[in-house]
Protein backbone atom coordinates (compact mmCIF):
# COMPACT_ATOMS: atom_id res chain seq x y z
CA UNK A 1 0.00 0.00 0.00
CA UNK A 2 2.80 2.46 1.02
CA UNK A 3 4.56 1.78 -2.55
CA UNK A 4 1.64 2.72 -4.32
CA UNK A 5 1.04 5.97 -2.52
CA UNK A 6 4.80 6.54 -2.76
CA UNK A 7 4.30 5.98 -6.68
CA UNK A 8 1.15 8.20 -6.93
CA UNK A 9 3.18 10.93 -5.14
CA UNK A 10 6.35 10.81 -7.50
CA UNK A 11 4.00 11.02 -10.59
CA UNK A 12 2.05 13.90 -9.33
CA UNK A 13 5.80 16.04 -8.40
CA UNK A 14 6.54 15.03 -11.83
CA UNK A 15 3.25 16.15 -13.28
CA UNK A 16 3.66 19.37 -11.19
CA UNK A 17 7.19 19.86 -12.00
CA UNK A 18 6.15 19.40 -16.09
CA UNK A 19 3.35 22.06 -15.47
CA UNK A 20 5.73 24.32 -13.79
CA UNK A 21 8.30 24.22 -16.81
CA UNK A 22 5.68 24.66 -19.22
CA UNK A 23 4.12 27.61 -17.65
CA UNK A 24 7.66 29.44 -17.10
CA UNK A 25 8.98 28.33 -20.74
CA UNK A 26 5.60 30.22 -22.18
CA UNK A 27 6.30 33.13 -20.04
CA UNK A 28 9.81 33.12 -21.61
CA UNK A 29 8.71 33.09 -25.15
CA UNK A 30 5.64 35.41 -25.00
CA UNK A 31 7.33 38.05 -22.70
CA UNK A 32 7.02 41.26 -24.14
CA UNK A 33 10.01 42.76 -25.60
CA UNK A 34 11.10 46.32 -25.22
CA UNK A 35 13.30 48.40 -27.23
CA UNK A 36 14.91 51.35 -26.06
CA UNK A 37 15.83 54.37 -28.89
CA UNK A 38 18.92 56.66 -27.99
CA UNK A 39 18.09 59.29 -26.08
CA UNK A 40 14.42 58.10 -24.71
CA UNK A 41 14.22 56.75 -21.64
CA UNK A 42 13.06 52.80 -21.54
CA UNK A 43 9.62 52.15 -22.24
CA UNK A 44 7.78 49.37 -21.82
CA UNK A 45 5.58 47.37 -24.48
CA UNK A 46 2.49 45.51 -23.59
CA UNK A 47 0.46 43.86 -25.85
CA UNK A 48 -2.40 46.04 -27.19
CA UNK A 49 -1.04 49.01 -26.55
CA UNK A 50 -1.00 52.25 -29.50
CA UNK A 51 2.02 52.70 -31.19
CA UNK A 52 2.88 55.81 -32.79
CA UNK A 53 2.93 55.30 -36.17
CA UNK A 54 4.68 58.45 -37.87
CA UNK A 55 4.16 61.88 -38.51
CA UNK A 56 2.18 62.09 -42.18
CA UNK A 57 -0.74 60.28 -41.26
CA UNK A 58 -1.22 61.87 -37.93
CA UNK A 59 -3.11 64.12 -39.59
CA UNK A 60 -4.92 62.17 -41.75
CA UNK A 61 -5.91 60.19 -38.84
CA UNK A 62 -6.62 63.66 -36.80
CA UNK A 63 -9.06 64.87 -39.79
CA UNK A 64 -11.18 61.35 -39.99
CA UNK A 65 -11.70 60.93 -36.34
CA UNK A 66 -12.92 65.03 -36.32
CA UNK A 67 -15.40 64.04 -39.11
CA UNK A 68 -16.47 61.30 -37.41
CA UNK A 69 -16.35 62.98 -33.99
CA UNK A 70 -18.75 65.78 -35.49
CA UNK A 71 -21.24 63.38 -37.30
CA UNK A 72 -21.56 61.55 -33.94
CA UNK A 73 -22.35 64.54 -31.68
CA UNK A 74 -24.92 65.64 -34.37
CA UNK A 75 -26.29 62.46 -34.28
CA UNK A 76 -26.81 62.20 -30.60
CA UNK A 77 -27.89 66.14 -30.71
CA UNK A 78 -30.70 64.98 -32.60
CA UNK A 79 -31.03 61.91 -30.31
CA UNK A 80 -31.40 64.06 -27.31
CA UNK A 81 -33.90 66.61 -28.67
CA UNK A 82 -36.32 63.93 -29.56
CA UNK A 83 -35.97 62.40 -26.18
CA UNK A 84 -36.87 65.92 -24.99
CA UNK A 85 -39.48 66.31 -26.70
CA UNK A 86 -41.15 63.19 -26.09
CA UNK A 87 -40.51 63.35 -22.40
CA UNK A 88 -42.01 66.60 -22.36
CA UNK A 89 -45.37 65.60 -24.26
CA UNK A 90 -45.27 62.53 -21.88
CA UNK A 91 -44.36 64.75 -18.98
CA UNK A 92 -47.19 67.27 -20.12
CA UNK A 93 -50.20 66.31 -17.85
CA UNK A 94 -52.79 68.42 -19.76
CA UNK A 95 -51.58 66.22 -23.17
CA UNK A 96 -54.31 63.12 -24.15
CA UNK A 97 -53.74 60.05 -23.05
CA UNK A 98 -53.60 58.90 -26.65
CA UNK A 99 -50.63 61.25 -27.26
CA UNK A 100 -49.05 60.33 -24.36
CA UNK A 101 -49.19 56.75 -25.31
CA UNK A 102 -48.17 57.55 -28.74
CA UNK A 103 -45.17 59.30 -27.16
CA UNK A 104 -44.37 56.23 -24.91
CA UNK A 105 -44.18 54.34 -28.32
CA UNK A 106 -42.12 56.74 -29.99
CA UNK A 107 -40.03 57.10 -26.83
CA UNK A 108 -39.47 52.76 -26.88
CA UNK A 109 -38.73 53.05 -30.87
CA UNK A 110 -36.20 55.54 -30.19
CA UNK A 111 -34.78 53.99 -27.52
CA UNK A 112 -34.24 50.64 -29.08
CA UNK A 113 -32.90 52.59 -32.43
CA UNK A 114 -30.06 53.58 -30.39
CA UNK A 115 -29.21 50.59 -28.84
CA UNK A 116 -29.39 49.24 -32.38
CA UNK A 117 -26.83 51.69 -33.53
CA UNK A 118 -24.58 51.83 -31.00
CA UNK A 119 -24.30 47.83 -31.45
CA UNK A 120 -24.15 47.76 -35.43
CA UNK A 121 -21.21 50.60 -34.95
CA UNK A 122 -19.83 48.12 -32.24
CA UNK A 123 -19.80 44.88 -34.57
CA UNK A 124 -18.45 46.82 -37.64
CA UNK A 125 -15.86 48.14 -35.20
CA UNK A 126 -15.04 44.32 -34.59
CA UNK A 127 -14.76 42.67 -37.48
CA UNK A 128 -13.60 45.35 -39.77
CA UNK A 129 -11.34 46.86 -37.54
CA UNK A 130 -12.27 50.80 -38.58
CA UNK A 131 -14.57 53.33 -36.29
CA UNK A 132 -18.43 54.18 -38.02
CA UNK A 133 -21.49 55.76 -37.00
CA UNK A 134 -24.73 53.97 -38.09
CA UNK A 135 -28.37 56.27 -38.28
CA UNK A 136 -31.23 53.88 -38.69
CA UNK A 137 -34.73 55.31 -39.78
CA UNK A 138 -38.15 52.62 -39.57
CA UNK A 139 -36.74 51.09 -43.10
CA UNK A 140 -33.06 52.56 -43.81
CA UNK A 141 -29.85 52.08 -42.85
CA UNK A 142 -26.66 55.01 -43.35
CA UNK A 143 -23.30 54.30 -42.53
CA UNK A 144 -20.40 56.61 -41.81
CA UNK A 145 -17.03 55.17 -42.26
CA UNK A 146 -13.49 56.17 -41.93
CA UNK A 147 -11.89 57.55 -44.79
CA UNK A 148 -10.10 55.03 -46.98
CA UNK A 149 -11.60 52.45 -44.94
CA UNK A 150 -14.13 50.58 -47.38
CA UNK A 151 -13.68 47.87 -49.93
CA UNK A 152 -15.97 45.38 -52.00
CA UNK A 153 -15.40 43.18 -48.89
CA UNK A 154 -16.16 45.68 -46.22
CA UNK A 155 -19.30 46.78 -47.73
CA UNK A 156 -20.65 44.00 -47.78
CA UNK A 157 -19.56 42.53 -44.40
CA UNK A 158 -21.28 45.97 -43.02
CA UNK A 159 -24.83 45.67 -45.37
CA UNK A 160 -24.53 41.68 -43.35
CA UNK A 161 -23.96 43.04 -40.60
CA UNK A 162 -27.17 45.77 -40.69
CA UNK A 163 -29.53 43.01 -42.27
CA UNK A 164 -28.95 40.67 -39.43
CA UNK A 165 -29.45 43.01 -36.78
CA UNK A 166 -31.50 45.95 -38.38
CA UNK A 167 -33.89 43.69 -40.35
CA UNK A 168 -33.65 45.80 -43.07
CA UNK A 169 -33.80 45.43 -47.00
CA UNK A 170 -29.99 45.44 -48.59
CA UNK A 171 -31.32 48.50 -51.34
CA UNK A 172 -32.19 50.13 -48.05
CA UNK A 173 -28.48 50.55 -46.47
CA UNK A 174 -26.27 53.69 -47.85
CA UNK A 175 -22.92 53.06 -46.99
CA UNK A 176 -19.97 55.80 -47.55
CA UNK A 177 -16.75 57.03 -45.99
CA UNK A 178 -16.09 60.67 -44.28
CA UNK A 179 -14.46 63.16 -46.12
Keep these: MNIIIRKRQIIM ?62 RNKAHDEAFEKLKAVIDDSSASQSAVDAAAGKLAELTENIKLEADIDALISAKCGFGSITTLSESAAQIVCEKGSLDPNTILQIKEIVIKHAKINSENITIFEAK
Design 13 to 74: SALVLALGSAVFVNWYFTKPQTEQVEGESPSYSVVGDAQYVNAAGETETKAQTDALTKVRSE
